[in-house]
């Protein structure tokens, strides 16, 4: 029945899984997703720049020393030096348009810009279908190259939060600046040849493989005009652009930062023709890989809330999380792949949370269980000893007249044939085993009540240990044994008489049960470290080694007796333990099978 529940559950709490697992994977979160994906870039360690990239910025240096403006004039002579050093791309994302100057200066520059073989200016702005025109550029201008190169950003797809993760290869079959200049060092022309590479609403894109700001060399446009640099442009390709620090629309978010002016859209270019040139945009992992994936955290939440404590639980969910976090870094930094993680960490905490209250109700049912069946035990427990002490006293009388009777008849034997004496003589051995037992019972009772209190009184050991022995000889006698006593002068010291007599009874009673005929008990007592040593050996049956461990414990009784005639309860050791101890003393037993028992008992001198 349980096993069949618990399939049951087991085959639920997949399907629950399989269930969740599909549901989270028909939506992508990109909002979360990016979280993630960006998180990974600035957990980036190493930076790799392309040596052909070279960067001239109009940083807040140029600003400051040209007085605060930047002219036409300024940007021709820029060009011509740029020329001389026969870079092999000049990518402009300046317009000639944007600055105020005379016809004669626009003449200028386009003489500087057409002297430079590979001059392209960035269209900065989306371009729409039917709008091609506008990328020629006004007179004087209009054979200068201008080609889209706008990086896209998530404004109203994707995240949707405006940062720059994906840059375009083409838009309505227009291609950009970026990749056409990356052709001429790899090749590609086709964008299916781009690692990574997507179609999204009539473009081709990819994803872009970002490097930490700062990575890229930098020219500062003044030292470029002053002749102070001395990094060498040729063959390389040079980027032109703002950097000043202050003004918003020449920045753009970056997966490293969200801050206004974070990364130039200058360094942001650079890192386009980057991964254009290396061809090592992100691929981010297909949508199947997300799904094994959400589904094995979803099973791993589950088998952890169902079958793991609590703090072992989330350890094994966490740690795993690590585990997948690290090899998804790995992956990305090693191989540029993204997994997706945010399906499997929303699996992780929906699981977790459907799933822990299930468990709550569960254990809660459990406890339930278990505090019915303790009350249950309580009751059972106290019933039994009422049970146990009133049979005991109901007993006590009846017996007690039954063996007066039969002192009665024995004690005039003439008018008794042998036969009936020897009946009465067993029906009164018989009711001083009941007699016996019944105490024995009753002082168990009382034990595991707590109602014994020690009455103690001050008493030489020698004398009760006397009067023990004495009351024995007969019963040694019978069987032949020897019973020796070595006793040691004794202090009085103070013990409750009634209950250390019962304890020397039974020692002494058992050394006689458990002995054959003809051999010797020794009763010794000492005094060892202020300590009263009482000692009971016998040259009997003995008791094994793994019975010895056993023997004190309630109704025991070692193999090898239980199958002879020798009578006992099993309780005698017990309450002598309990006795011994109640007098903080202490009681232990050395055997070797077959060659005897010797039975110590110590008990303090002053208690
Ligand atoms: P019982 O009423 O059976 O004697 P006890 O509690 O006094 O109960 O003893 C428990 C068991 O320990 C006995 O049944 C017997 O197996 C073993 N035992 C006790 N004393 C001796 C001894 N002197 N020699 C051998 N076995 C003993």
Known sequence: MGKKRTIATKSLSILFAIVLTSLICTYSFDYLESLTYDARFRLKVFRHANPLIELVAIDSKTIQEQNGKITLQDYTQALDKIAKSRPSFVLSLISPTTFHASLNEKIAFNKAALKIPNFYISYDDGIMRGEEGKLILPHPFEKLQMLPGVIAFDQNNFAKDG?????????????????????????????????????????????????????????????????????????????????????????????????????????????????????????????????????????LVLFSVMNLSPARGILVILSSLAGFLLISWTLFVSFHLAIGMAQPILAIFLCYYFFIPYRLIQENKKFWELTQRNKLLVQVEELKNNFLSLMSHDLKTPLARIQGMADVALSSPQNLNSNQKEAISTIKQS?????????????????????????????????????????????????????????????????????????????????????????????????????????????????????????????????????????????????????????KGHISVESIPQQGSTFSVDLPMDL
Request: aromatic content about 12%; charged content about 25%; glycine content about 4%.
């Open 431 to 583: 009711a001083d085993e009941l007699t016996e037992f019944i105490s024995s019972i009753l002082d168990l009772s009382r034990v595991e009540s707590q109602e014994i209190k020690l009455k103690l009184q001050s008493k030489d050991v020698n004398r009760l240990l006397e009067e023990v022995v004495q009351k024995y000889r007969y019963m040694a006698a019978q069987k032949n044994i020897e019973l020796i006593t070595e006793f040691e002068t004794l202090f009085s010291v103070k013990f409750d008489a009634d209950l250390m007599k019962q304890v020397f009874s039974n020692l002494i009673e058992n050394a006689i049960k458990y002995s054959a005929e003809g051999t010797k008990v020794l009763i010794s007592t000492e005094e060892h470290d202020g300590r009263i040593l009482v000692q009971v050996a016998d040259q009997g049956i003995g008791i094994s080694d793994n019975e010895i461990k056993s023997i004190f414990s309630k109704f025991y009784r070692t193999k090898n007796v239980k199958n002879s005639q020798t009578k006992g309860t099993g309780l005698g050791l017990y309450l002598a333990k309990y006795f011994v101890e109640l007098h």
């Open 163 to 299: 940062v720059s993760r994906r840059a375009y290869f083409s838009i309505q079959d227009q291609e950009f600046v970026q990749p056409l200049i990356a052709g001429f060092y790899n090749g590609i022309t086709n964008p299916t040849q781009y690692r990574g590479y997507f179609s999204f609403k009539d473009s081709d894109q990819i994803y872009i493989n970002y490097q930490k700001p700062g990575t890229y060399s930098t020219i500062s446009f003044v030292d470029l005009l002053k002749d102070n640099s001395s990094k060498d442009l040729e063959n390389k390709i040079v980027i032109i652009g703002y950097d000043d620090k202050f003004t918003p629309e020449y920045y753009l978010k970056t997966p490293f930062t969200r801050d206004v002016v974070g990364m130039s859209k200058l360094e942001a270019q650079a890192n386009v023709l980057q991964t254009f040139i290396e061809n090592n945009g992100i691929v981010k992992a297909p949508q199947w890989i997300n799904f094994v994936t959400t589904l094995l955290f979803a099973l």
